[in-house]
T-cell receptor
């Protein structure tokens, strides 16, 4: 069973701070890594994808991947109350046909 | 307007009835997926399809059935054999390794 682990939180940060979300995965052959944002009662929305070791930045979001440690993280700079949501980590296996999701980390940004 | 549509948004059924959830996409994506989400849990894969007329069971396929007669459509039937059908059902499609979700259908069975 391929596992994706996330700290369920809740994680609370003040507005303007950096939020750090972490994810570990069990399958060393995992190929692609994604972060989704899910507002309460809504469906997940893809916000970041990363495929190789290192950092990838997109606006206030930075995804970090370390395949040796089987670890992927998401940093949100200058956190806003609108960032309050559950963040899901997802990975794909070798073929890329199946996606495996963590249970999500709940983030609250306090004004 | 491209995207993935799921209907209806809310669905109520009596125990013992089969119910079919609709999923349509006009993104020209080859792969389509059905997930189930329960409170406090991650997404669990029910079925997925890589091409028309072919589909594979996911981790929790028991009590569910699907068809893929057209590239654009991947309906999910929740049968009376599914013991705990009340959940949030999410349809997704993918292309070039990225997966996108429809708005979901919240099914309540009483």
């Amino acid at each position: 069973q391929k596992e994706v682990e996330q700290n369920s939180g809740p994680l609370s940060v003040p507005e303007g701070a950096i939020a750090s979300l972490n994810c570990t995965y069990s399958d060393r052959g995992s190929q692609s890594f994604f972060w989704y944002r899910q507002y309460s009662g809504k469906s997940p929305e893809l916000i970041m994808s990363i495929y190789s070791n290192g950092d990838k930045e997109d606006g206030r979001f930075t995804a970090q991947l370390n395949k040796a440690s089987q670890y992927v993280s998401l940093l949100i700079r200058d956190s806003q109350p609108s960032d309050s949501a559950t963040y899901l980590c997802a990975v794909t296996e070798m073929t890329g046909n199946q996606f495996y999701f963590g249970t999500g980390t709940s983030l609250t940004v306090i004004p | 307007d491209g995207g993935i549509t799921q209907s209806p948004k809310y669905l109520f059924r009596k125990e013992g009835q089969n119910v079919t959830l609709s999923c349509e996409q006009n993104l020209n994506h080859d792969a389509m997926y059905w997930y189930r989400q329960d409170p406090g849990q991650g997404l669990r894969l029910i079925y997925y399809s890589q091409i028309v007329n072919d589909f594979q069971k996911g981790d929790i396929a028991e009590g569910y059935s699907v068809s893929r007669e057209k590239k654009e459509s991947f309906p999910l039937t929740v049968t009376s054999a599914q013991k705990n059908p009340t959940a949030f059902y999410l349809c997704a499609s993918s292309r070039q390794g990225k997966q996108y979700f429809g708005p979901g259908t919240r099914l309540t069975v009483t």
